[in-house]
């Protein structure tokens, strides 16, 4: 395949008028050069202004916008952008992520070794917000690809798509994004394990990648999420693939150990605990709760 441009940088967007032109701000003010590089973005089916937000970049140089009559999900979304672009890299960026001027000439240098097809890179709290409860853990050393030192190899257990590049052929090799995975969550989990059999210790980390994340949440609704996804898209992945019981929590899920730890007494203490003092701990083990019930429940 002959590659028209370096990078393609694919937005999936749905009701994100309030932050859309912040983002898009971002990738357009590069510090490199716009004849390398396109963007995709996606209306997911919007039910306010993203459309319109879309449309006030238009004149934009290599700038594509596609519009779904309805909200088909991330996965759907991402496909779209990726089958319309013809780059050598695919960037996915999230809509309500905003990065900094250096993103993609960090993304270059990693990728210009050979050995790598993908790097997910460090995404941050917007430096003018007050982190609450959930932002605490969230952006946490601790936690998640930010727990190992600059360029490691990490798993696909922790490659998130939201703030990344890979490399289109080993996308285009593993059948794409799964469609089916169309509530919160996996979609990532799903592919980037494909992509880790076919070629793998081949994804990093880079703190050099760096988004700020324009998505304020409080600790009870991101618990809702994980219900979800624990509900819905764990027991795919653990179906799908075995090989990954363990990192993906299914040593937990219904075995007697998982019982005893996480069950509602426990969890009302936790919760109760971590209003009084916010500790790391209760919050991860307020959020694996979640994920554990609506397994459950599944």
């Not at 430096?127 to 190992?148: I, V």
Request: some cysteine.
């Amino acid at each position: 395949m002959i590659h028209k441009k370096k990078f393609d940088i694919i937005v999936p967007c749905y009701n994100v008028d309030h932050i859309i032109e912040k983002s898009l701000g971002s990738i357009f003010s590069q510090d490199y050069s716009k004849d390398k590089f396109s963007v995709i973005a996606i209306d997911d089916g919007s039910t306010d202004s993203t459309l319109r937000c879309l449309n006030s970049f238009s004149s934009e140089q290599n700038f594509t916008i596609i519009s779904l009559e309805s909200n088909k999900g991330l996965s759907t979304a991402r496909n779209c952008g990726i089958r319309s672009g013809n780059a050598e890299i695919i960037c996915f960026i999230d809509s309500d992520m905003v990065i900094y001027q250096d993103w993609l000439s960090n993304v270059e240098k990693i990728l210009m070794k050979q050995e790598i097809i993908g790097v997910t890179g460090k995404v941050v709290l917007p430096r003018e917000e007050t982190p609450n409860r959930l932002d605490q853990y969230f952006y946490s050393k601790k936690r998640g690809a930010r727990q190992f030192g600059e360029e490691s190899t990490i798993g696909p257990t922790l490659f998130l798509f939201n703030n990344s590049a890979v490399r289109r052929s080993a996308i285009e090799e593993t059948t794409l994004f799964d469609e089916k995975i169309n509530r919160y969550g996996g979609e990532d989990t799903d592919l980037a394990i494909r992509i880790w059999d076919s070629l793998p210790r081949s994804f990093y980390y880079s703190s050099q990648i760096v988004a700020e994340h324009y998505h304020k949440r409080t600790l009870e609704q991101f618990c809702t999420q994980m219900e979800i996804y624990g509900k819905y898209n764990l027991p795919i992945l653990l179906e799908r693939h075995p090989r990954y019981h363990k990192e993906l929590g299914g040593n937990w899920v219904k075995s007697l150990k998982g019982y005893l730890i996480f069950n509602t007494f426990i969890a009302t203490i936790i919760n109760f605990l971590n209003t009084i003092v916010s500790f790391h701990i209760f919050t991860k083990y307020l959020v694996i709760y979640s994920t554990m019930c609506g397994y459950r429940k599944a």
